[in-house]
């Protein structure tokens, strides 16, 4: 028999990225024969290296917001020499639905969004209140549309490079004789979700008294306030933001005793890895994107003004974030610390 083959047109967002792992697992465990392949952000493909269901992951050629429709039609006559079975949109827009109905693929499913009429014509409706997580929205559309509602969603996991740590430990200059908690203390979405970089530094000098050392991951963006929380750490504290590629985080990630992250893409990745983390949420809700893994805790206020899901504080005092104090977050953290079975 002829495999199935499916193309996903994958979302924009590290996190979404990781949850549609989900997805993915579903579609194998429904069909015998099925290759999968993902289009998506060109940052995205060493992510999806490192989930075994996928059989390539496929660059998208315009960046984000990008229209090109021109682009859109070359890639989608690409595309068709593949002769999908079907293709499963996973962003609401009218952009990303272009390339599959291009492609001439036969099945073109997706949720109800921004016109999407005659480019999807297996169409869903999105009960929000039925699906209230992103991670059940993406496996629902893997599956038939009369399915009991929410679907059982498979863990997301991702799987390291066994040699990766070595030559990170080595690239990097990290301590070969401390065990490594990892930060994350940035959130690409907003300072809304960010929790004070003074705190972070509290309790990196914690850890760092304690024996452990400190890795503190990001982007080159985060680079500033990895600074900061590296001089108030003190010695025993790195800061890798903008120094590693996210295939590198993810290594690092699968090695370290625990982490502590805002509600970030990269708290998606460490959940996939089933790093034990504590996960801290601020604008956002964990009710909505939560890190999917049993060995997380999420520590969330719940104010009267959350979630209200801005980049930044519409009442200028962040008190979501700023009310959840360094000894809350170290006790949450303890037990991982300690566990008598290193990672």
């Not at 917001?65 to 682009?71: A, I, M, S, V």
């Not at 929790?195 to 990196?204: D, F, T, V």
């Given at each position: 028999?002829?495999?199935?083959?499916?193309?996903?047109?994958?979302?924009?967002?590290?996190?979404?990225?990781?949850?549609?792992?989900?997805?993915?697992?579903?579609?194998?465990?429904?069909?015998?024969?099925?290759?999968?392949?993902?289009?998506?952000?060109g940052?995205?493909?060493?992510?999806?290296?490192?989930m075994?269901?996928?059989?390539?992951?496929?660059?998208?050629?315009?960046?984000?917001?990008?229209?090109?429709?021109?682009?859109?039609?070359?890639?989608g006559?690409?595309?068709?020499?593949?002769?999908?079975?079907?293709?499963?949109?996973?962003?609401?827009?009218?952009?990303?639905?272009?390339?599959?109905?291009?492609?001439?693929?036969?099945?073109?499913?997706g949720?109800?969004?921004?016109?999407?009429f005659?480019?999807l014509?297996?169409?869903?409706?999105l009960d929000?209140?039925?699906?209230?997580m992103?991670?059940?929205?993406?496996?629902?559309?893997?599956?038939p549309?009369?399915t009991?509602?929410?679907?059982?969603?498979?863990?997301p996991?991702?799987?390291?490079d066994?040699?990766?740590?070595?030559?990170l430990?080595?690239?990097?200059?990290?301590?070969?004789?401390?065990?490594?908690?990892?930060?994350?203390?940035?959130a690409e979405?907003g300072?809304?979700?960010q929790?004070?970089?003074?705190?972070?530094?509290?309790?990196?000098r914690r850890?760092?008294?304690?024996?452990?050392?400190?890795?503190?991951?990001?982007?080159a963006?985060?680079?500033?306030?990895?600074?900061?929380i590296?001089?108030?750490?003190?010695?025993g504290?790195?800061?890798?933001?903008?120094?590693?590629?996210?295939?590198?985080?993810?290594?690092?990630?699968?090695?370290a005793?625990?982490?502590?992250?805002?509600?970030?893409?990269?708290?998606?990745?460490?959940?996939?890895?089933?790093?034990?983390?504590?996960?801290?949420?601020?604008?956002?809700?964990?009710?909505?994107?939560?890190?999917?893994?049993?060995?997380?805790?999420?520590?969330?206020?719940?104010l009267?003004?959350?979630?209200?899901?801005?980049?930044?504080?519409?009442?200028?005092?962040?008190?979501?974030?700023?009310?959840?104090?360094?000894?809350?977050?170290?006790?949450?953290?303890?037990?991982?610390?300690?566990?008598?079975?290193?990672?």
């Open positions: 028999m002829a495999p199935r083959r499916i193309l996903v047109v994958g979302p924009s967002w590290v996190g979404d990225m990781v949850m549609a792992q989900s997805l993915f697992m579903t579609l194998k465990a429904r069909h015998t024969l099925v290759e999968i392949d993902v289009l998506a952000p940052w995205s493909l060493p992510i999806l290296a490192r075994p269901e996928v059989r390539r992951g496929i660059a998208m050629p315009l960046g984000h917001g990008q229209f090109g429709l021109r682009t859109r039609w070359q890639l006559r690409q595309l068709a020499q593949d002769r999908y079975d079907q293709a499963i949109v996973l962003p609401g827009s009218f952009k990303s639905a272009l390339a599959p109905f291009f492609a001439g693929i036969p099945r073109r499913t949720f109800r969004g921004e016109m999407r005659g480019l014509n297996d169409m869903r409706r929000k209140r039925a699906l209230p992103t991670v059940q929205r993406f496996v629902a559309l893997g599956l549309p009369d009991p509602q929410p679907p059982p969603t498979p863990t996991r991702l799987q390291p066994p040699a990766g740590f070595a030559r430990r080595a690239q990097l200059d990290l301590l070969a004789d401390r065990p490594g908690v990892c930060f994350m203390p940035g979405y300072p809304a979700k929790w004070p970089i003074p705190s972070y530094g509290e309790l990196g850890l760092v008294r304690q024996g452990f050392q400190v890795w503190v991951l990001g982007s963006k985060d680079k500033p306030a990895g600074d900061e590296a001089t108030l750490a003190g010695e504290a790195f800061n890798l933001c903008g120094r590693t590629e996210l295939a590198d985080a993810v290594d690092l990630l699968a090695t005793r625990a982490a502590v992250t805002n509600d970030s893409g990269l708290m998606h990745v460490a959940a996939a890895l089933g790093t034990p983390l504590v996960a801290l949420y601020g604008s956002s809700t964990p009710h909505h994107t939560p890190p999917l893994s049993d060995a997380a805790q999420v520590i969330y206020l719940g009267e003004c959350s979630p209200c899901f801005k980049r930044t504080c519409p009442l200028g005092h962040t008190r979501c974030l700023t009310g959840i104090g360094v000894e809350r977050v170290a006790e949450a953290l303890a037990p991982a610390l300690h566990a008598t079975a290193p990672r």
